[in-house]
């Protein structure tokens, strides 16, 4: 497996208008990492353990940003699977572009994905049992969805 990227909100080059402000990614050694960047392109990256993915088996893979609490909370099929501190704001990103399945195509995810959401809002492992069972209509075009209705 490599490392490639599940989904990145950030431009390629090192300038702080195209830094990262989040990036989920799968590892080779079945971890995932969530990272951003600040100032000029300086990586700040928490990692689970090795092993909550196996390569070919299909997840609902999960990460939430509680800035207040300074964390970041992975799940996996709906469980939790890390709770690790993360302290810092990403900065810059002016020129950033949304990015599934891809980065600096380097690091391609080679694989299929069934969907991809992003929410506005911190979830918590209930709601994500949830979340993976909902089934957007398809005339739906925005990117997050109202929290109430879940």
Same mark, same amino acid.
């Given at each position: 497996?490599?490392?490639?990227?599940?989904?990145?909100?950030?431009?390629?080059?090192?300038?702080?208008?195209?830094?990262?402000?989040y990036s989920l990614k799968m590892l080779s050694d079945g971890s995932l990492q969530f990272f951003h960047e600040n100032g000029s +392109?300086?990586? @700040? #990256?928490?990692?689970?353990?090795? !092993?909550?993915? &196996?390569? =070919?088996?299909? $997840?609902?893979?999960?990460?939430?940003?509680?800035?207040?609490?300074?964390?970041?909370?992975?799940?996996?099929? +709906?469980?939790? @699977? #890390?709770?690790?501190?993360?302290? !810092?704001?990403? &900065?810059? =990103?002016?020129? $950033?572009?949304?990015?599934?399945?891809?980065?600096?195509?380097?690091?391609?995810?080679?694989?299929?994905?069934?969907?991809a959401r992003v929410w506005n809002s911190v979830k918590q492992n209930?709601?994500?049992?949830?979340?993976?069972?909902?089934?957007?209509?398809?005339?739906?075009?925005?990117?997050?969805?109202?929290?109430?209705?879940?």
């Amino acid at each position: 497996m490599q490392d490639p990227h599940l989904m990145a909100f950030g431009g390629t080059s090192e300038t702080s208008t195209d830094n990262v402000l989040y990036s989920l990614k799968m590892l080779s050694d079945g971890s995932l990492q969530f990272f951003h960047e600040n100032g000029s +392109g300086s990586d @700040v #990256a928490v990692t689970t353990d090795s !092993g909550v993915l &196996t390569q =070919g088996d299909w $997840a609902h893979v999960a990460a939430t940003h509680d800035t207040a609490l300074d964390q970041i909370t992975f799940f996996v099929n +709906g469980a939790e @699977v #890390a709770k690790v501190p993360f302290n !810092g704001d990403a &900065t810059g =990103g002016e020129d $950033a572009g949304l990015l599934f399945g891809s980065f600096d195509q380097s690091d391609d995810f080679n694989g299929l994905m069934d969907e991809a959401r992003v929410w506005n809002s911190v979830k918590q492992n209930v709601k994500l049992q949830r979340i993976i069972s909902v089934i957007l209509a398809v005339s739906y075009t925005h990117l997050t969805l109202p929290t109430s209705d879940l």
